[in-house]
């Protein structure tokens, strides 16, 4: 298969775990693009102006290497006609069984996508973090580094699940919503806030 080159738009922590799978897939990495400071360099590589100038890179995919659901919403609705790169890092486990992963979605080391499994468009599948079967994920969700989501779970658009929080099987999580570091969910969330502790529970 033909190396992909792919440019990274973010410059943050984030683009440097992303940078390291395309390099681990055995792509190659043109450059990024970075709204904030657009000139000089990162990693090594050049720093190719803003988002805006996707446009001059027509044979590049392009992956969004950012923490923020709103922003990675954002950015992906400013580029009609983008082509966008799915970063699985080698150590990731995928079923091959009726799984499906959205475009632009990265999926970290260690982590474990299991049959059945829906994960939608620019989602993160953090290190070590598990998505059982039959799991729908929706778009710009954010599964963080040792979550575990049971069998059966529907987590909505732009949702966070913190560090190590867990979603017990059948359970459905709304849209806009942050779990807490830790928090155990038992029961549906069908309002967007931020819920913590064990059972999760809804703060102000």
């Known amino acids: 298969m033909r190396a992909e080159n792919v440019i990274i738009i973010g410059a943050g922590g984030h683009a440097k775990v992303v940078a390291d799978i395309v390099l681990l897939r055995g792509d190659r990495i043109t450059g990024f693009l970075d709204e904030i400071h657009p000139a000089g360099d990162f990693l090594g590589y050049p720093k190719l102006g803003g988002v805006a100038e996707y446009e001059k ?22 580029m009609p006609g983008a082509i966008w790169y799915t970063a ?14 959205g475009e632009g979605t990265v999926i970290m080391a260690d982590a ?17 973090s598990i998505v059982e079967h039959d799991n729908r994920i929706e778009d710009f969700a ?18 966070w699940v913190g ?42």
């Open 142 to 159: 954010h599964i963080s580094v040792g979550a575990r989501v049971a069998g059966a779970v529907h987590i909505g658009e732009k949702t």
């Open 88 to 101: 699985i890092h080698p150590d990731a486990v995928i079923s091959k069984i009726d799984t499906r992963i």
């Open 163 to 204: 560090a190590g929080a867990v979603v017990s099987n059948g359970v459905r999580v709304c849209g806009g919503c942050m779990l807490g570091a830790g928090a155990v969910v038992v029961r549906d969330i069908t309002e967007a806030g931020t819920y913590v502790g064990v059972p999760a529970r809804k703060i102000k």
């Open 112 to 128: 474990v996508v299991n049959p059945g499994a829906r994960i939608g468009r620019h989602c993160i599948i953090n290190s070590g």
């Open 57 to 78: 890179f027509p044979g590049c995919s392009f992956i969004i290497a950012i923490g923020s659901a709103l922003e990675r919403q954002r950015i992906s609705r400013s």
